[in-house]
């Protein structure tokens, strides 16, 4: 049953890469589209304020559907949506390829977790979930970087015509290879699944990913910009560049993967904490050799094990309802990401481009003192 774990997984490869190669292909797009890098930048907004307020709704109701069917429909719509994308002749018709797809992520990744269990059975069901993450990781080490080697070598256009032609594919194996999964015989209903956020606690968990995921893309929606501009690189060595950031977070993804079965909140604050020194780093390492890749090594490494980590911190917090808290965060995250896409586009407007790191900074060193806020909650609770 190997297979079908390993076709979720290259989907949910596409699936992310699809919301994040934009990064790297920004200054591309703003350029032929003509408008300036934050207006641009709030395509990255409309993903992630769409995934954020109908991830839980949509999730819930897509939930009825055979697994199957739901999957191959949301490649095909990433299929549809990248080629819009590609053709989009202004920022208008971008923001529409945009939006479409926002609306299948949620419902992809809370229920391909779910669907990989039901496929190996409940005592394999830890391994199945690591196989279907290691997607995520791969799409940041390989996905982004890659769409930003083709942008610069073919145009940003010719990524979306990859990413189409790769959606296309791997609905197709899906609807070879992947087996139906059956129907849960119980389901919770969707009132009692939001009657957990009456706990404070969980609240302050979904408020915390918020945060981080704030300060992360407050600066890494514009890394590519950065490194365009404040180092002088060309397009083909920022996409190597973006590589070696997504490489270093094999580490941090591993690193995270421990640290969050101890402490969960401690783990947040701890990762946090390194990633505000990368942060403030990076900007006045621009010139470095040295200390511009390991400027950005600490901040990939700690920023690839967040995701993990804040993941797992929800399901921790809510282990009566784990896929609606994974839910949560899928929608607390990409709100961080939107908010995240607007603070930088206004620091760079009223501050310029080398204050990103240190605005990051601020937000991700509000995130320590929360999540050490909430471990101290935690234990008077307890």
Known sequence: MLLPILLLAAAGFTVLTTEFVIVGLLPGIARDLDVSIPQAGLLVTLFAFTVACCGPFLTAWAARFDRKR?????????????AVAAMASNIYVMGIARLIPALGLPVFWS???????DIVGPAYAGRAISKIS?????????????????????????AFWMLAALALAKALLLVCYLPHTPRQTQATSLLGQFGILRSRLLQGHVLLSVLVFSGMFTAYTYLADMLERLAG???????????????????????????VDR????????????????????????QSPIGLPLALAIWGSTQAALFLVSHVRLIKAAPQAPAFAASL???????????GAVIGGRVIDNLGLANL???AGLLIGASVLLALWLTSKRFTAS
Not at 70 to 82: K, M, R, T
Not at 134 to 158: K, S
Not at 241 to 248: E, I, Q, R, S, T
């Open 70 to 82: 739901l999957f191959v429909g949301i490649l095909l719509l990433f299929a549809a949506s990248n």
């Open 111 to 117: 229920l391909a977790s779910e669907t990989a269990v």
């Open 134 to 158: 290691f997607g995520v990781v791969c799409a940041t080490v390989f996905g982004i970087p890659v769409g930003t080697l083709v942008g610069d070598a073919l145009g940003w256009r010719a």
């Open 233 to 259: 690189f060309d397009g083909a060595t920022v996409g190597w560049y973006l590589m070696g950031f997504g490489a270093v977070g094999l580490i941090g993804n591993s690193l995270g993967g421990r640290a």
């Open 263 to 286: 402490h969960p909140l401690l783990a947040s604050a701890s990762f946090c904490a390194l990633m505000v020194i990368g942060l403030v780093a990076v900007v006045p390492s621009m």
């Open 329 to 339: 965060n899928i929608a607390g995250a990409n709100l961080g990401i939107g908010l």
């Open 357 to 359: 790191g240190y605005a």
